[in-house]
């Protein structure tokens, strides 16, 4: 039996910037967290994860677990807490943007 | 240091417009990032967590002034004002941007730099001691072969696509400062009966299977080690295994196959191309060794650093731990730490590469060296010149006095960029160093390598660390395993693991209880850690850092 689906979001890393974006609601692709959509279905993160694989404007789209959150997705792992957030050692990052502009 | 000649530069300069044109055809969709991808890590640019990644490569560890300041420029121009030196020798910058990137080459090309074969499964960027052509211990100067390996190397039709990477160091000294014994091809250059040649070390790495290299021959002449490298490499490049990455590396290839069997087809190997180099490379070497004559060394009185260490505590300090001995009288070796308690291991800002480049110019005869523990080194520096240089670098916040010593950790970029990683390094290294620095201990405690990777692929040599460190993901919480008794030098160990791992809150503290047990236990001020952990074995250790686990074995 195979396990129970997970809440999902998908995310990638813009081809230009290089930094870190998530898949919207609206089939954008925004720089927040909390503005990306959250996948609770299986056949529709495939469908969705093969979609954005074909944007050529991407690089390395995956699915990757989230929770609901009072303001969005919120990440389960602390690997995607550090992609949402920027690294520890400088504020630099989505940390210092404030990660609110669309691609 | 090696000028380039027209060959060198056409070639890097062709390389910038070729890959100047590939990113174009990236971005306008021509290629699909599957066909980009190995192009772009040909030109040693990665995606990395937040952003791309681009590793340039410093020969060697060694730079000129003008170079230090364009990596500079770079530095503030296309990214956040600072980078990263590496346990390669190299230097990464965090936050490129793709169009950028092509004018970054161009700008590295203008001072005889690139990131060519950075990454990739090529035979990488050629690592040396980075004391070379000052150190006092030295037979002969790694530079010139390491130049001629780079050379050889750079785009070799038959090595561009090896099973995996391949890394060669080489030193010329008797203290191994590049282990050697931790790469693919380790070189140690050795005179026998009045011939310089090298003696072959195969197969040491890191990574998920550490292993020492071992003796492929002790001795091969000049005459004969290109033709010698070639083979070795050619003989892995048709038996290394394709089937699986993590058997691909030399060491799998030696493990599995035994050295006697690779010794003789090498050997074989060699005697069927040997004909074929037809001296060229010997040609070659003598011309580059003209490159690389030592600088006009000065004859003067050395009072003004005999004055300076006697009035100034705060100078005594730093040259006690931060200088090494030269060969030419008179003269040091400085390392200048980028260690200091709190700050990245390994980052400089654009304004103290500027620094550095400016005292190299003043008073260090334009030369400057990165180490592969993350620090620079300023080869040859008067005596007469250090209080002034002391000055200078306390002026850019370049003098800590640490080399050495606990703070001097070197640590991968770990989680905070690397995709590849595990868990952070950084914060674990700001967090030991910070700790002992409160301690005051730091002194008290003398020599000590903590060596930190953020992942198994070991870019942190944690294997080779007096303490090491290896950040996991053990179910979805960072971890942090610790080893001990690692040594990278001619004597090279790989560490004893403690046991179970510490959370991120624990291992600063975990840390602390081992070495105020080596504190308690070792036998005098001169006993290193170390020496005490060789003397004394796993188990006070052990009984340190578990104590609660050995109250509950006595208790049972």
Redesign the interface.
Known sequence: MSRPFTPKVITANALLQGDVIYLSESGTWVRDLHEAALIFDAVRAEALLAEAQKDGMVVGAYLTDAAEGKHGPEPTHFREEFRRTGPSNYPHGKQETGARANV | MYKYNDFDESFVRNRVAQFSAQVAR??D?SL??EEFRPLRLMNGLY??????MLRVAIPYGTLNPDQMDQLAHIAEKYD?GYGHFTTRQNIQY??????DVPAILSDLADVEMHAIQTSGNTIRNVTADHFAGAAADEVADPRPVAELIRQWSTDHPEFQFLPRKFKVAVTGATADRAVVRAHDIGLVLKRQDGVLGAEIIVGGGLGRTPMVGKTLKEFVPFDDLLPYLEATVSVWNLLGRRDNKYKARIKITVHEHGIDDIRARVEDRFAAIKPSFGGIDMEMLREIEGHFLPPIFADKPVDAYTRAYEADPVFRAWADTNLAAHKAEGYAIVTVSLKKPGQ?PGDATAEQMRALAQIARDYAHDELRISHEQNVILPHVHKSNLPALHAALKAFDLASANVGLVSDIIACPG???CALATA?S??VA?GIATRFEELKLEHDIGALKIKISGCINACGHHHVGHIGILGL?RA???NYQITLGGDGTEDMVIGDRTGPGFAYDEIVPAIERILLCYLDLRDGPEETFLAAYRRLGLAPFKAALYPAKEEKANAA
């Open positions: 990236r971005i969709g699909s990032e995606l990395q967590l937040h952003a791309y956040r965090n936050w490129p941007k793709l169009p990245t989680m905070d960029y952070r950084i914060p700001q993901d979805g919480v960072e």
